[in-house]
Nanobody, 121 residues
Framework: QVQLVESGGGLVQAGGSLRLSCAAS????????MGWYRQTPGKQRELVAV???????NYADSLKGRLTISRDNAKNTVYLQMNSLKPEDTAVYYC???????????????WGQGTQVTVSS
């Protein structure tokens, strides 16, 4: 059983910063891409940032310059540092990871339960 557990969300004023964390646990052989998505009511979930197992990163164009994604492979953990937050960044942020549970298994996508980020004006 694999679990992704997020932490670090909360309420912050505009211009502030937050650091989200997501730890994968359970039976894990390897983790490929890890990333963050976000969703607001009535809208589709959108990509925020992704990082490969080798450390290559990709960000949503609208968020570049304000975010930094990183990972600690030894801890199976991905982080999202968010700076200069704006009210429009308010959303539920979801962690995502592509995980192989054993050497013969395929890459399966897993999601965290989501963490609320609220930015007040």
């Amino acid at each position: 059983q694999v679990q992704l557990v997020e932490s670090g969300g909360g309420l912050v004023q505009a211009g502030g910063s937050l650091r989200l964390s997501c730890a994968a646990s359970g039976t894990i052989f390897s983790i490929n891409d890890m990333g963050w998505y976000r969703q607001t009511p009535g809208k589709q979930r959108e990509l925020v940032a992704v990082i490969t197992s080798g450390g290559n990163t990709n960000y949503a164009d609208s968020l570049k310059g304000r975010l930094t994604i990183s990972r600690d492979n030894a801890k199976n953990t991905v982080y999202l540092q968010m700076n200069s937050l704006k009210p429009e960044d308010t959303a539920v942020y979801y962690c995502h990871a592509g995980i192989r549970v054993r050497i013969s298994a395929g890459n399966v996508p897993y999601w965290g339960q989501g963490t609320q980020v609220t930015v007040s004006s």
